[in-house]
């Protein structure tokens, strides 16, 4: 088990399933460098150990992530003047964590106990999957302080639609979790007393399936979705031709015409 005073931590608590938990409520959770860091170094090892088959993502306190450290970059521009490379190599650190979250070849869930806003919204809209309490509110409220959530949108608006997306970037408002059902940010919303359960029990079905599988067809579905129709038909006709003859489907097929339950080979990944 990892130190209390660390601010990412590890948990391990069921096999197959990673909890990596933002641990710096003192700053709500802020994405500052060190946070982006941690967490790029925890989800880039879990992708290739070969144990983690599922990541969730969750946070100490009542702040799942405020976003950026505002008091980590008023103190860098002071020290920096009209210089933005400091502020071009943190945005594009951040971008890259939230790339690294989709390219992940494991599911990753978002589990929000309490407010995410501007880089931590981008963080639930970038995850697989999300569940919240039924408390937890989001916002992307950049343009409240004169900085528009211009990252942020990116994720947003590849999970909820051009309209409400907009309506969120351009108002800064708060929606809470049953808005953010409704739009697709978030998968469900339960008590918060049932969160952490519900969520691995997501976790736990999930990492009954062949991890193989599973990253195949994580990196087909994000891949698609930037085609015409056409293509991404060809191109997922040609994925389902490799994947019906990979081991574990056949494995699959004949398990379920033998009624019984399958044998993944996990160290075929």
């Known amino acids: 088990m990892s130190k209390k005073n660390e601010i990412l931590i ?3 608590s069921k096999p197959g399933i990673l909890r990596l938990v ?3 409520p003192q700053s709500k959770n802020a994405l500052s460098k060190e946070m982006i860091f941690a967490m790029k170094d925890a989800i880039s090892n879990a992708s290739s150990n070969k144990k983690v088959k599922v990541i969730i993502i969750a946070a100490n306190g009542d702040v799942f992530s405020a976003g950026h450290d505002l ?6 521009r002071s020290h920096k003047g009209d210089d933005d490379s400091y502020f071009i190599d943190l945005f ?4 890259s ?10 599911p990753i869930i978002a589990e929000v106990n309490g407010v995410a806003t501007a880089a931590g919204c981008q963080l639930v809209a970038s995850c697989d999957l999300a569940i919240s309490s039924e408390n937890s509110r989001f916002a992307t409220p950049g343009v409240n302080i004169g900085l528009f959530c211009s990252t942020p949108m990116v ?5 909820v639609s051009k309209k409400e997306a907009m309506k969120m970037l351009l108002t800064g408002d708060m929606i809470s979790a049953q808005e953010a059902k409704r739009i697709s940010l978030i998968n469900n919303y339960v008590p918060e007393n049932d969160l952490k359960k519900s969520v691995m029990d997501l976790a736990e079905n999930i990492s009954k399936k062949s991890s193989k599988i599973l990253k195949i067809g994580k990196e087909a579905f994000y891949n698609q979705l930037n085609m015409n129709l056409s293509d991404a038909y060809k191109y997922t006709s040609k994925i389902m031709a ?6 574990d489907a056949i494995e699959g097929i004949n398990a379920f015409l033998e ?3 399958a044998s993944w080979d996990e160290n075929n990944e």
């Not at 964590?97 to 992940?104: A, D, G, K, S």
Request: aromatic share 0%.
């Open 22 to 24: 933002l641990n710096k």
């Open 155 to 159: 994720a947003l608006s590849r999970n």
């Open 10 to 12: 590890n948990e391990n």
């Open 71 to 76: 008091k980590e970059i008023t103190e860098a």
């Open 259 to 261: 009624k019984r339950d």
């Open 97 to 106: 964590l939230m790339q690294l979250i989709v390219e992940c070849p494991k």
């Open 242 to 247: 490799d994947n019906v003859l990979e081991d």
């Open 92 to 95: 594009e650190s951040c971008s």
